[in-house]
């Protein structure tokens, strides 16, 4: 317990220490070290049984916690007039109503269609359960086969196409196309029954509210925030009993939501500590930390890559866990050298789009609140690698300005010209002297 209770006091103070740079609960490594501080927190308090931590897992973690954080020191030093040149209009006249009319009336119709997917899903599958239990079921069998399927298309890409419109749309004005989009959104995360795509649009429209609100501090993100948080928690509770089991006749729900809910949270630190102590059972044969570069490389035939499987495996802690923290992949594939250099790297680039969102830039402020969600995840799983889906969120933002920048210079009245003889008394002077 003596290293766990240091690890506490480091994550205390980087914690404090990187508040107190921005006083800003939206600044990447305060998020990150917050994120772990509650994580051994939970764990030291003895909530749920759990394999011990060693030092050295501890000490891993630690150094990527200071790492991330020089990352995002070192971005302070970047010029502010540099982080002032925008590619679009930050606080534009007005955007085209057709463009926001096109996507609302795209997803009200894809809506109904994604039910229907999930519906046919549910009929795959001879599980007991709800609807959204036979389709989680039936989804995770194809994914652990490795398959592709059509009745999956929908399932896997509306939600994000849905929730990314949704951030655009509050990046400008929350009029009642906001709302709608949203709330189909909203619907749409629930339907995939899990959480990724829920999390990532409650704390965008939560950063971004926070941007523009300039309510950055403790205090006022508590106050902004109550809510939001409030209805995630339902949600995601909720959510746990779409694809997961019991535990038993004689134990209430709230006992359930709670167990679930704590080994979410403990369960990945002691699992990556496994991996530290045996990191030889667990080499992989494929990477996932240049994953985008290898695949784009074997479609192109220059490799041979093989994706890595959609699940990792299970280990015991003493409860079966397949997620390992946002460290596994870069730990083995890296070494710790190489897993320092790369969380700085990584706070580096965050606190940058953090930075750039600060100033008040429409695509800058998009990208930053779809950026929330990893470093959110770091206690649980990595999504930073996931690279592919990063640059369709960066690749639909800039579309989506980029049309709608053009369709505005079209299609707006003929202009005017600058000035008419007759209408400036000096041009009047000037002809009456001709």
């Known amino acids: 317990m003596i290293s766990l209770d240091l690890a506490l006091i480091i994550f205390f103070l980087l914690a404090v220490l990187n508040y107190l740079l921005y006083r800003s609960v939206l600044y990447p490594p305060f998020i990150f070290c917050t994120m772990w501080l509650l994580d051994l927190v939970v764990i030291r308090s ?9 030092a050295n897992t501890l000490a891993i973690i630690a150094a990527g916690a200071v790492s991330f954080s020089f990352g995002g020191l070192f971005a302070g030093f970047v010029p502010r007039p540099l982080l002032r040149v925008h590619l679009f209009p930050p606080k ?5 109503d057709s463009l926001r009319k096109a996507l609302t009336l795209v997803l009200l119709c894809g809506l109904p269609l994604m039910f229907y997917q999930v519906w046919q899903l549910s009929r795959s599958v001879s599980i007991d359960g709800s609807v959204l239990a036979q389709a989680r079921a039936a989804a995770v069998d194809i994914g652990n086969n490795g398959e592709t399927s059509q009745s999956l298309f ?3 890409y509306f939600s994000s196409i849905a929730m990314y419109t949704s951030l655009l749309f509050a990046t400008e004005k929350q009029d009642r196309r906001f709302w709608v989009v949203t709330i189909v959104s909203l619907f749409a995360c629930i339907l995939t029954t899990g959480r990724t795509d829920l999390l990532t649009l409650i704390s965008g429209l939560s950063a971004i509210r926070l941007l523009q609100r300039k309510r950055e501090s403790l205090l006022d993100a ?13 949600l995601w509770i ?16 709230a006992h359930v939501a709670a167990n679930f809910l704590l080994s979410y949270i403990t369960g990945p630190l002691a699992a990556f500590d496994s991996v530290v102590q045996n990191p030889t059972s667990f080499a992989m044969v494929t990477s996932h930390t240049f994953q985008l570069p290898l695949r784009i490389a074997g479609m192109l035939h220059f490799s041979n890559y093989t994706p890595p499987p959609v699940f990792d495996s299970f280990i015991r802690i003493p409860f079966p866990i397949n997620v390992y923290t946002v460290f596994k992949y870069y730990f083995i594939e890296l070494g710790v050298l190489g897993t320092v250099v790369l969380f700085f790297a990584l706070g580096l680039i965050h606190s940058l789009v953090y930075l750039k969102a600060k100033q008040g830039g429409r695509l800058s402020t998009y990208l930053f609140a779809c950026s929330i969600y990893p470093v959110l995840m770091v206690i649980f799983d990595d999504r930073y690698y996931v690279q592919g889906i990063n640059l369709r969120a960066v690749a639909f933002g800039f579309l989506y300005f980029l049309v709608g920048s053009a369709h505005f210079r079209l299609f707006q009245g003929n202009p005017q010209p600058a000035f008419r003889v007759g209408s400036d008394p000096t041009l009047q002077s000037s002809a009456a002297i001709r």
């Open 46 to 54: 003895q909530f749920i049984q759990l394999d011990p931590i060693h």
């Open 92 to 96: 534009p006249k007005r955007m085209p």
């Open 154 to 156: 929908v399932l896997l």
């Open 222 to 234: 508590a106050r902004i925030l109550r809510w939001p948080i409030a209805v995630f928690l339902a």
């Open 238 to 253: 909720g959510l746990i009993f779409t694809n997961k089991s019991g535990q038993g006749p004689k134990e209430g729900v």
